[in-house]
């Protein structure tokens, strides 16, 4: 046993000071995270605002340049480019140059007193977000106008009777309130997820080359000549990785909460204690990778695969619970897709364990079955 | 010079066809994640689990919560008594959206006084960006019918005024159903071609560096172009495969529809193909080692992904990534495959992009040439 435990720390050794010779390497390692972090935060924006807009405005009169500016204040849409008919309109989408566009009929208010106006919005259907904002926000402006319009009209024909619905114009005032993110900023929706995103990655991509590139190189058959068993060489090919893991973990939460302002609410050794199930899932799924793939190219696509995946199935950007069943059992294939949820709890939430448990639960499985499933592979693949 | 690229593209052709597994792999990938990718990926979300308090319970508060229902957007999964009861459900993820209204809704609603609380789960980006936008829209188109019909009610006398007297139409563009698929696959096969042609280079001249072979190749009389160009030339071939297999995909297998002139795509995206080879010969000129070559590629691949435009919209960025993000050929390719598939839109249109392309292909292979020779030196 003692004997053992010897080994297992020599071969820690002798991994540590490998990667840490490696200055250049380490160097990545730890920095393209950050730089990711700091793209990411940048460069994410949820809600879409001041969405580029064309306006052909044929009327030219005081009510068409109140529904105009009635769209421009709301923030949505920013007026940037004039003109002078639908086609001129569609044009300016097709280019790319607006993603939204309003067309005016002529003689709109006239239209309005007589009760029949109409304004045409147009919006870019090749671009998921400026639907998705530009269409409710569109729709509800237009009906805030056109109830505004609705009630001034009833109030010079209805005369008395209608002032009294005039007086407080509407009969529900609706609240929002953003729980745990109360100012909307996209950074607090993403960073929680982010980070686990970013140590996945790293994770991954480590692990998955650790046992190949010993085997590329030629100096397996080396390690292999000692007595040291596969289990033990895994487990010493591991506590660096885990170790560095933790540090880029470390950097990353310490940037989010410090320079970009995140609110941790809940307990911070609880985080770092629920991060080491997932840390542990995420190499073992590189050493799988790392006992699969016959060589190092292999297994830099295989981690690709899984970076995909984690990006796009694992509830980080697009949500899990309307995908169909066969992407979402891929996604949870993925350890992030439990410390997603983790992450969001403690970070965002500031639940406690009550509320993450089974998250937990499936990592400690995962990490164990993925260790048990890699080492015996590596195991057959020795022999 | 042909004879002796042509020596190294047999070479390079003969390795990666011996290579079964890695061959299959580069294939079948894209095809795999583009299936998995267009169904998996759904932007409007319908059905959000939502927690009623509804301290009424009377005809005003139902007809509410029934509007909330019929759109489509919201199952109520539990009713409960309280404000507390409603975070508390949210809390533990049951619920993403919490509906509370008062007591004496209806009472309230008559003198205009009502008022009603909405909290939204805010640790998930994309539901309580839909819950949020739909519950804003429902709740304001129900009080508006409630405004109109105490209009009609008390302006019954003069008769023959349409109550709204502005209607607004709004037409989506080029994807009027607004169908999850048509949107994303032709980012995403912008995306599976740069990252397939990324990882095809990346290894390649690294590779044979640490393999050790890199050193009988130049003992031959090949030049440092002609290595390169010979490296390049197979793998070219590949990502024309994945790229007529990728949009057989896409177009027969998904029925999404492609408006544009095929042809013209095929040889903007060939354009598009080269530069994302030259990035990956330079990625591999300046790694020392695999790993290193590998964590470069990942890098360029995941930061092309976000700040692109591919996922979040580019013209919210700010100015400097926006800049930032042309050091990836994919953020010009965007628009074109956008344009060319769903706009149906021509060269006129894209002269742009097409530019930046062209001068991207050139000054990149200048660079990873550069490299290459300075790096076997």
Known sequence: MYRNRLRVLALIQKETSQLLRDVRNLMYMIGLPILELFLFAYAVSLTVYHLPMAVADQSQDQRSREFVRALVNSQYFDFTLTAQDEAQVREAIDAGKVKAGIVIPPDFSTKIENGNASALILLDGSDSFSVQSGYSAAAMIAQDYGLDLALEKAERTGGQQASAVEGSSRPITNSFRVLYNPDFRDLWFVLPAILGMIVQMAAVAQAALVVVREREIGTMEQILATPTRPLELLLGKMVPLLVLCYVILGIILGLGVLWFGVEFQGSINLYLCLALPFILASLGLGFLISTVAKNQRQAQQLSTVVMLFSMLLSGLVYPRNSMPLIPRLIGSFLPLTYFIRISRGIILKGVGMSALWPDVLMLVVYSVVVMAVASLNFKKRLD | MLKRVWAITQKEFITTFRDRGTLAIILLMPLVQLTLFAYGVRTDVKHIPMVVADQSLDRASRAYIDDLVQSGYFDVVQSVPDQAGVVSLIDQGKAKLGVVIPNDFSGQVDRHTASILFLVDGSDPFTTQSAYNAANLIAQQHSVQLVLEELSRLGSTSSGFSLVPLTAQIRILYNPDLKDLWFFVPGMIAMLLQIQAIILTALAVVREREAGTIEQVLVTPIRPGELMLGKTLPYLLLAIINLVSIILLGTVGFGVPFRGDFVLFFWLVLLYIISGLGLGLLISSISQNQQQAQ???????????????????????????????????????????????????????????????????????????????????
């Not at chain 2, 995941?302 to 990836?328: C, N």
């Not at chain 2, 530019?355 to 200048?366: A, G, P, R």
Request: charged letters at 10%.
């Open chain 2, 295 to 377: 964590q470069l590629a990942m890098m360029t691949m995941l930061l092309g992904l976000i700040i692109s435009g591919f996922v979040f919209p580019h013209y919210s960025m700010p100015i400097v990534l926006r800049g930032i993000s042309y050091i990836f050929p994919l953020t010009a390719f965007i628009p074109i495959a956008r344009g060319i598939f769903m706009k149906g839109i021509g060269l006129p249109f894209l002269t742009n992009q097409v530019l930046f392309l062209v001068v991207y292909d050139v000054v990149i292979l200048i660079i990873a040439a550069r490299l290459f020779r300075q790096t076997l030196d």
